[in-house]
């Protein structure tokens, strides 16, 4: 019996679908659902098949898809530029991955300026402080522009015609006058927004990730297989999958709301090819799995 055959079998059971994935496989896929890195997710892995599903659409080289003005068009099933994308899922999974986890947590704060009154800004002028009006109002615009200077993105933006800016705005004369108006009390607040991380809570736990897979098997060694054709495929896949509304369920309060995956099974010999990123197959596999969890797609190499 040929690959896709003999691994299409045995996924149409629990029992036997669960041989088919590593746990480097089944960390990918809960990885490329849920945005989050597989280092994160540390120990066993183990998967739970509430419904394997023989795929609710075809993959016809010729299908149109179009819903509340959004389409998607794929394959081609005549002309001499059509496209040959094998489109085709041979199951879907919906179910749980459960393994341990660690979700880093921090506090968060939220913190304003203290108001610049004009005793505060007197402060900062050298002692003596002038006391011919003229003198006193030139040292506290001098003051006032340090003062924005140090909390500025851009201290080489903050000049004295700025302020003579704000004075003409306000329609006032002098420094003094001008930390009165609301305008520019509101322009020297500053809110600051921090995340402190909180010791401790980075130990792993364990998870249910809930998931739903589109199960694409390939055989590699097919003449005229291309990379390039797959992962055009499964884009076509990943947009079926939201259009027919397949999610994953929610999952605990910790945990963002999965996106639905396409699983690549294949042969690890693929990986043999030195075409690929990566020192040896192991590395390869891992470089790839990067690479395709932004894209939404998991790989599943079997032996």
Do not use: C
């Amino acid at each position: 019996m040929n690959y896709v055959d003999k691994t299409f079998l045995a996924l149409t059971s629990p029992v036997t679908a669960s041989g088919v994935f590593s746990q480097e496989a089944l960390k990918a896929i809960a990885a490329s659902s849920y945005g989050i890195a597989m280092t994160d997710l540390i120990g066993a892995a183990t998967p739970r098949f509430d419904k394997l599903d023989l795929a609710p659409f075809s993959g016809s080289l010729s299908t149109d898809i179009s819903r509340d003005g959004y389409s998607v068009q794929y394959g081609g099933s005549s002309g001499s530029g059509a496209m040959a994308l094998d489109s085709s899922v041979q199951l879907v999974w919906n179910g749980v991955i459960t393994t341990s986890a660690a979700f880093p947590q921090a506090t968060i704060g939220v913190e304003k300026s203290v108001p610049l009154t004009l005793a505060a800004l007197d402060a900062d002028i050298p002692n003596p402080a002038p006391t011919v009006p003229a003198e006193l109002e030139a040292a506290r615009r001098v003051a006032l522009l340090a003062r924005l200077a140090a909390n500025a993105n851009d201290a080489n933006g903050i000049t004295d015609q700025l302020i003579k800016d704000w004075l003409a705005d306000n329609g006032v004369t002098d420094v003094a006058t001008l930390l009165e108006t609301q305008s520019v009390m509101a322009a020297l607040s500053q809110w600051v927004l921090s995340f402190t991380p909180v010791p401790g809570t980075t130990s792993a736990s364990q998870t249910e990730f809930p998931v739903s897979a589109a199960i694409m098997v390939r055989d590699v060694s097919t003449p005229g297989f291309r990379l390039v054709d797959l992962v055009q495929a499964s884009q076509n896949v990943t947009a079926r999958l939201r259009l027919d509304g397949i999610t994953p369920k929610a999952g605990g309060d910790h945990l963002p709301r999965g996106r639905p995956v396409v699983v690549w099974v294949v042969e690890k010999t693929w990986f043999d090819d030195a075409d690929w990123p990566g020192a040896d197959a192991n590395a390869r596999i891992q470089n790839a799995s990067a690479w395709l969890a932004t894209s939404g797609i998991a790989l599943a190499p079997t032996t």
